[in-house]
C-alpha cells in the first residue's frame, strides 16, 4: 500500500490574507487581546486572539520565545529518581492544575537563564544541570500565538514559596515513580486533577523508561 503524497490542486491552497490587526486591550501589560480579519478565497471573518506580545506573530513573524517551562527531574538522598510537579491554582480553572515551573522570559534572557531564575522562584530549587532545549513550542495556535522553551534539567535543594509573587499559589511537590504514575493514571489523591498539556506525554514517556 501507498499513500499520495501529492499536493492538494491549486485552488484548494488558497491564501489567507489578514488584514485590519486591532488591540482591543492595549492596556493589558502580560496579556493583550487582538482581533484581524482574515480573506480566504471567497470566504472571510472575523478571528480574535491572544498575544503575549506588543507585535504579534501574525503580523511582524517570530522574534523570540515568550515563555519557558522548566522540565525538572531530581534525585532523592536515597538514590530514587523522580521530578518536580507544580501544584497551582490557576484562576480560569477555579482550581489547581498540575504542570511544570514556568514563566515568560526577560529581555535579554536566554531560556537556559529564565529556567534558573523561574525555578528559585516558584520552588526555591536550583538547577544543576541543563540536559536539553527544545526549539519554541506552540500548544493552543488557534487561540494564541505564544511558545515556550522547554528546559530539561536536574535540580536540588529545598523547597521555598519566598521567590512566589503574591499572585501566585504554588505547591512544590517532589514526587518519585509510584506518586508520578498517579498522577498520570488521575489515580487518589490525584482524582480529576487538572494536567497540563506539556506535562502529561513527557511525564507519561518519564515513566516508560523508568
Known amino acids: 500500500m501507498s499513500l499520495d503524497t501529492k499536493s492538494p490542486p491549486e485552488s484548494q491552497c488558497q491564501q489567507t490574507v489578514l488584514t485590519d490587526l486591532v488591540c482591543l486591550t492595549p492596556d493589558e501589560k502580560f496579556l493583550k487581546l487582538y482581533s484581524v480579519k482574515w480573506q480566504r478565497g471567497d470566504k472571510s471573518g472575523m478571528w480574535t486572539f491572544a498575544s503575549r506580545r506588543k507585535e504579534p506573530e501574525c503580523f511582524h513573524g517570530h522574534k ?5 517551562v522548566v522540565v525538572p527531574f531530581y534525585e532523592f538522598d536515597d538514590g530514587r529518581f523522580g521530578m518536580v510537579i507544580t501544584k497551582e491554582f490557576r484562576i480560569p480553572l ?3 492544575y498540575y504542570g511544570f515551573p514556568a514563566g515568560l522570559i526577560d529581555e535579554g534572557e536566554t531560556p537556559e537563564l529564565a529556567a534558573i531564575r523561574e525555578m528559585k522562584e516558584e520552588t526555591g530549587l536550583d538547577v544543576i544541570a541543563i540536559n536539553q532545549v ?3 513550542l506552540y500548544s493552543s495556535a488557534g487561540m494564541t ?7 530539561f534539567c536536574s535540580v536540588k535543594g529545598t523547597i521555598s514559596k ?3 509573587e503574591a499572585a501566585e499559589d504554588i505547591e512544590t511537590l517532589m514526587l518519585d515513580f509510584v506518586e508520578l504514575e498517579k498522577l498520570s493514571r488521575q ?3 490525584y482524582q480529576e486533577a487538572r494536567l497540563s498539556t506539556k506535562m502529561w506525554p513527557i511525564l507519561n514517556e518519564t515513566l516508560r523508561r523508568m
Open 94 to 96: 477555579g482550581a489547581y
Open 162 to 164: 519566598e521567590g512566589c
Open 134 to 136: 527544545s526549539p519554541p
Open 187 to 189: 489515580a487518589e489523591p
Open 145 to 151: 500565538d505564544e511558545n515556550a522553551v522547554l528546559v
Open 64 to 68: 523570540k520565545p515568550d515563555a519557558v
